[in-house]
Structures are given as C-alpha cells and as structure tokens.
C-alpha cells in the first residue's frame, strides 16, 4: 500500500494564480482531510469528506475549494492565491471519524 | 466538542534525560487517543494509540503514554531522550461516537547534546 500520496511536492505560486493540490489513498477510507500548517504552528482543518460526493467545511475554508468524485481522491484547489495561503498543506485520510489519521508527506506552497 | 490541550508548546531537554509531553482531552464519553510524531520537513506518523484494554501504551522506540480516565489525560514519557527524538508532538482524541479526531497544538521536543 502507498497510503496517502500528494502531489506536487513543492510549489511557487504567484499571487493571483490558481492550482490543484492532489491528493489520492488507497486504503479504502471514507473520510479524508486538507489541513494547513503554518511555521511553528499546529493543523488547521481546511476541508473534510465523509466519502464521495459529500464535503464540508473546516476551520479555515476561505480561499479553497475542494471535490470528491471517488472514495480515492480528494483535490484541494486554490483560486487566486494570496501571500497568506503560504504554508505546508497536509491530506489525511481515515476509516471513521474519530479513528487513526493516515497522513501524506505534505506540499510545501510558496505564494509571492 | 471535544479539545485537546498540550500544556508545553516547547520542552528542551538534554540527551539520556527523562522527558514527559503532557496532554489533556475534554471529553466525557468513550475516547480513543494517539500521540503523534512530525519529523523536521516530514509528514506526521502516529506513534501510539489507546483505544481500549490496558491503559498503558508503547511504541517501538521507547515512547510510552498512559491513559487516565479521571485526571483525562494521556501523557507521552521516555525514559531517556535521544538527540534523533528532536521533533514536534501532537496529541490527538477521538472515538466512535462520531466525534471528528482532534488536534493538540504540538510540542517541539527539544533534544540537546
């Protein structure tokens, strides 16, 4: 099993532009996660899905959106990047709500 | 909704010392606890996790943590550090009463030569 995997690794995006984070598990999980970790900081809850084609928000949901076409996958986009989205973007993904989250590597966003 | 409270955001300590990482949940019902572990420029990777049974808990690498229902806390300990232990610590508390799992704030563990 690769668990979760995320793409890109890194990223440099200026202001104003817009991408896709992807993110995809294996493990059959329902529920998967977005979260945001600023430096010397802990998780904030972007976006979360309870299985596909149901989504909700988080914490932070300003400035995101996100989709759940398959049980696999869960994108996060960014429309018009701000300096203030600049941060290490986590998915996450698990069985139950309330159970162990499988973590992806992150992707490190830049936004100048 | 249930909070998880990590008392010290920043524990220095020195190599082959003791060291405790303290964590505190709110809630009442059934709950399910991990600590986790976040390398530098890493993902997180669970380390522990109590979900019934025994409330003494072990990982692989000397981590241990100990579940306490009255004072509802779930302490991380080791009994002597490593510099390669220097990392950041997240408590966490769920269950299966449909509470989404929580995060503490984390506490950077600190290892000195």
């Known amino acids: 099993n690769a668990g979760v995997t995320q793409t890109p690794k890194f990223r440099i995006l200026k202001i104003g532009q817009s991408m896709t984070l992807q993110c995809t598990q294996d493990?059959?999980?329902?529920?998967m996660y977005w979260y945001r970790q600023d430096p010397g900081m802990g998780l904030k809850l972007i976006y979360y899905?309870?299985?596909?084609?149901?989504?909700d928000k988080g914490e932070v949901p300003n400035g995101y959106n996100v989709s759940r076409s398959t049980t696999e996958d869960f994108p996060l986009r960014l429309e018009l990047a701000a300096p203030s989205q600049t941060s290490v973007y986590f998915c996450a993904s698990s069985y139950s709500s309330g159970f162990e989250q499988f973590f992806g590597p992150g992707t490190r966003l830049t936004v100048l | 909704a249930q909070s998880v409270t990590q008392l010290d955001s920043q524990v220095p300590v020195f190599e082959e010392a003791p060291v405790e990482l303290r964590c505190n949940y709110s809630?009442?019902?059934?709950?399910?606890l991990f600590w986790y572990v976040q390398y530098p420029n890493q993902g997180l990777q669970l380390l522990l996790k109590?979900?019934?049974?025994?409330?003494l808990v072990e990982s692989i690498n000397g981590f241990e943590a100990e579940f306490n229902k009255s004072q509802t806390s779930f302490h991380l300990r080791k009994p002597s550090v490593h510099i390669s232990d220097t990392a950041e610590y997240f408590c966490a508390a769920g269950g299966n009463a449909g509470n989404m799992l929580t995060f503490g704030g984390g506490t950077r563990l600190m290892v000195k030569p």
């Open positions: 109590y979900l019934s049974g025994s409330t």
């Open positions: 899905s309870v299985g596909a084609g149901i989504t």
């Open positions: 809630s009442s019902v059934s709950v399910y």
């Open positions: 493990m059959n999980h329902n529920y």
